[in-house]
């Protein structure tokens, strides 16, 4: 019997504004985005997302951030801009932002980001970093991965409870990818880059690597060691190209196989995060008052619509909703969740 291929497309970005939640929210309703990353520093976003939990028993992860909207902590005042609350921007940090944070910062941002979710009694089924800013720094991806194995020690006795899991890196998908269907997205220039991280670790850390293959190894060594498990692939390709082809060619070309890196003896499934950006845009935006003080928020917040267009997003809404389940949710191909 053939494995099954589970696509789990998770909507990040959720919990700042309506001009992307509603667009989530319709897609969640109509079957197609089955996972949800959050900001817990966006307003009411807990509360919001846990109502989407109740209503559609969606997967729901946190989309933890230190470059965009304000700091959660209050103790963590070297991840903020200068006498302020505001995280430092995305935009010419460097990926190497958050190895800079004094002592703990980090740390304890990050769990105070968690207690949000803790204070609203919601369950973290999968983590994410904004910007993919954690993913790609020695520092903070072992802080991260330590935050993630603390949280899934302290909830492991609750009834129902399942280890979160975490999102995979990009070089998996760039190793096996040969049709450039899955990945080689402009993301991947942006924040999750072979080259920018296998600078940073072999240069700071692990003199001996010298490959974008022996930094995967290492970085997927690190993250499996720890006992925290992933999805096979990552797929992020409408970040570029938001359009029907791009589904085909993800739905015939995904790899057959599982990730050979990840430690999943006795799990037979091949399992695919596809990750989507929405939002929707009405066609009398300029002159919606409702919108553009929507439009006013996000911008307030950074880091969300300045490096990744609004209407880009809308794309991305629009072909889901349109051609998905035509080529996901049929034969062998599965939508699923984190669970």
Do not use: W
């Amino acid at each position: 019997m053939l494995p099954q291929q589970k696509f789990i497309v998770v909507a990040d970005d959720y919990g700042v504004s309506s001009i992307i939640d509603n667009a989530i929210e319709k897609l969640i309703a109509n079957g197609i985005v089955t996972a949800v990353a959050v900001f817990a520093n966006g307003p009411d976003s807990i509360k919001k997302a846990k109502q989407l939990k109740e209503q559609y028993n969606v997967s729901i992860g946190i989309h933890f951030t230190i470059t965009s909207g304000d700091r959660v902590s209050e103790e963590s005042y070297s991840l903020s801009k200068r006498n302020s609350k505001k995280n430092k921007s995305f935009r010419g940090i460097g990926t190497q932002h958050p190895d800079k944070a004094k002592d703990n910062h980090l740390e304890l941002e990050l769990f105070a980001q968690i207690k949000k979710f803790e204070d609203e009694d919601l369950i973290i089924e999968f983590f994410s970093d904004h910007h993919g800013i954690l993913s790609n720094t020695f520092k903070g991806l072992i802080t991260m991965l330590n935050v993630i194995k603390k949280y899934n020690q302290k909830h492991k006795e609750k009834v129902g409870f399942k280890a979160a899991k975490i999102r995979n890196p990009i070089f998996v998908s760039q190793i096996v990818d040969k049709p450039n269907c899955l990945s080689h997205s402009n993301m991947y220039k942006i924040a999750r880059s072979g080259k920018i991280f296998r600078n940073i670790f072999r240069k700071k850390y692990l003199s001996k690597i010298s490959t974008t293959l022996d930094t995967l190894k290492a970085f997927l060594k690190i993250i499996y060691s720890e006992s925290i498990d992933t999805p096979d692939y990552f797929i992020d390709k409408f970040y570029d190209n938001a359009n029907e082809d791009s589904l085909k060619c993800i739905s015939v070309h995904v790899p057959q196989t599982k990730n050979e890196f990840r430690n999943s003896e006795g799990l037979t499934d091949i399992t695919y995060e596809l990750i989507v950006h929405l939002a929707t845009i009405p066609a009398n935006h300029e002159t919606n008052k409702e919108y553009q003080k929507e439009l006013t928020k996000l911008i307030r917040f950074r880091g969300v619509c300045d490096n990744y267009p609004l209407e880009q997003r809308d794309l991305e809404f629009k072909v889901l909703e349109s051609h998905l389940l035509t080529y996901i949710g049929k034969s062998n191909l599965i939508s699923y969740d984190f669970t």
